[in-house]
């Protein structure tokens, strides 16, 4: 057996009693000059004839039952059916970005490789979209980026490219090692879970006392509980609301180097002015700070592969976003602060050490809208903010040339907004998702976006 990540396992206990946990992303594409009305459809019918060997991580798919003890382990598919995983949409007028809410809504299939695509056509100006979703567990945000960025090609020119699914890695992997190194596979890693065990709990302690104190004197961070009850916070709703828009990212590097804050911080800061905007003009801005749950990347760039088999590689860090602050310096500030404190922390007791200190905030977010008598006085944390790193150039597939592309991350009973950044090019692209009933006009949040970034200008001459 092939037991999950506790992470993972997680994960998938948590979808069983509640909703999906895949992240997508939105490539919007403009088509080569001279391509036919039947271009879409080409490229979908290339993608269902192809005989590329399949990425691992896309064959693969958690199980749990008498046969496994009732641990989650990973099976692997022989052959996958890609027309189950390939399909198309057309979209007509408007409608794109609620086509993508009601495919994101969508749960995954549990008895199969947990991932889907779409070729969408029909959007303005003859231009298309591919849509991709991968379950969570298969793939964190940063390692799904660069499976489709390793898809991708900087020359125009360049055709029959294989499909993001593709295997590529160099060489092919070793064959599985006899029946007793099969059966002792588990007991090593328990081993050696064991083994640190130690290690781990000290870490954990030590993050907790540190949190207390950090809390208490530094105000970077939240002890669980810290954060206010928002509508966020309640349960998501059948339906899902999604938005994206992009700004030049140029307008971003000039607010990071005159506030003298990284970038990031400052896409969490016009974050948390859009969210502040958004809960003020309907009388719900509580007195305290919003706090956002951040994902913080421990993945080293030096030494992963883009094929790494490590699902999800990230810390965590509840960060105040300074939202019951009128003055967005102020803000910025705020996050700056907590941020690199937060990095500090990870970086120190690990990754681990991080999710499970904050495991306190995470159950008291995700598991109070399941009961049926919750207090809404506070909570663990308000909603996700993450950001991920795409492609610094432009690219094309097959030919079509990648104009924007968008994350829509993960939504969940307790956090029904997410917010998550990519960088492309020379664009900064926003994807909003939310549960439809909790925030039903979510593209307003794109003008928003907008006007918060116009506000640190101005603030900062």
């Known amino acids: 057996m092939n037991p999950l990540d506790p992470l993972d396992a ?32 080409e490229l979908h ?6 005989n590329d060997s399949i990425d691992p991580r896309l064959r693969r798919y958690p199980h749990r039952g008498v046969d496994t003890g009732g641990m989650w382990v990973w099976r692997h598919a022989d052959s996958v059916d890609v027309s189950r995983h390939c399909q198309r949409r057309t979209v007509i007028g408007d409608g794109f970005w609620r086509l993508i809410g009601e495919l994101d809504a969508l749960r995954l299939d549990w008895s199969r490789p947990m991932w889907m695509s779409y070729l969408i056509d029909g959007l303005d100006g ?89 809390s208490l004197v530094g105000h970077t961070t939240v002890l669980p509980l810290g954060a206010p009850y928002t509508r966020f916070n309640g349960r998501l709703g059948p339906e899902r609301a999604v938005a994206a828009g992009s700004w030049a990212k ?41 706090v956002a749950a951040c994902p913080i990347t421990v993945r080293d760039p030096a030494h992963d592969t883009p094929n790494d088999q490590h699902g999800n590689r990230f810390g965590l860090w509840m960060c105040p ?16 602060r907590s941020m690199s404190e937060g990095k500090h922390w990870v970086a120190k007791r690990g990754a681990a050490a991080s999710l499970l200190t ?11 809208p399941l009961l049926p008598f919750t207090p809404k006085i506070r909570t663990g944390y308000n909603l ?11 690219m094309y597939w097959n030919g079509a040339r990648i104009e924007a592309m968008y994350p829509v991350s993960t939504v969940y009973d307790g956090h029904a907004l997410n917010i998550t950044t990519c960088s492309y090019a020379d664009r900064i692209g926003f994807g909003y998702a939310a549960g439809r009933e909790v ?12 006007e918060c970034l116009a506000e640190l200008e101005r603030a900062l001459g």
């Open 321 to 336: 976003l300074g939202t019951d602050l009128d003055d967005p310096l102020a803000r910025l500030d705020a996050i700056h």
């Open 126 to 214: 003859g231009r298309f979209a591919f849509y991709i979703k991968v379950h969570h567990t298969v793939t964190d945000g940063v390692a799904g980026f660069q499976m489709i960025t390793d898809a991708l090609s900087a020359d125009p020119d360049r055709r029959s490219m294989p499909p993001f699914y593709a295997d590529r890695r160099p060489h092919a992997p070793p064959a599985p090692g006899g029946l007793v190194s099969r059966l002792v596979a588990p007991l090593r890693t328990l081993t050696g879970a064991a083994t640190s065990g130690v290690g781990l709990i000290g870490r954990v302690a030590t993050g907790e006392i540190a949190t207390v104190l950090d």
């Open 250 to 290: 140029d307008r971003i590097q000039a607010v990071r180097r005159a506030a003298g804050v990284t970038g990031n911080e400052v896409l969490t800061a016009m974050a948390a002015g859009v969210v502040r905007r958004w809960l003020r003009d309907r009388g719900e801005l509580p007195n305290r700070p919003l």
């Open 439 to 450: 925030v039903p006009d979510v593209e307003t949040f794109i003008p928003m976006t907008e």
């Open 384 to 394: 996700p903010i993450s950001h991920v790193r795409g492609p610094a150039t432009e």
């Open 10 to 41: 997680a994960m998938m206990t948590a979808e069983a009693v509640s909703n999906p946990m895949h992240v997508g992303a939105v490539l919007i594409l403009s088509p080569p000059a001279g391509a036919g009305p039947d271009y879409v459809d």
């Open 45 to 50: 019918r290339a993608t269902l004839a192809g």
């Open 358 to 368: 904050n495991a306190g905030s995470i159950a008291a977010t995700a598991i109070g």
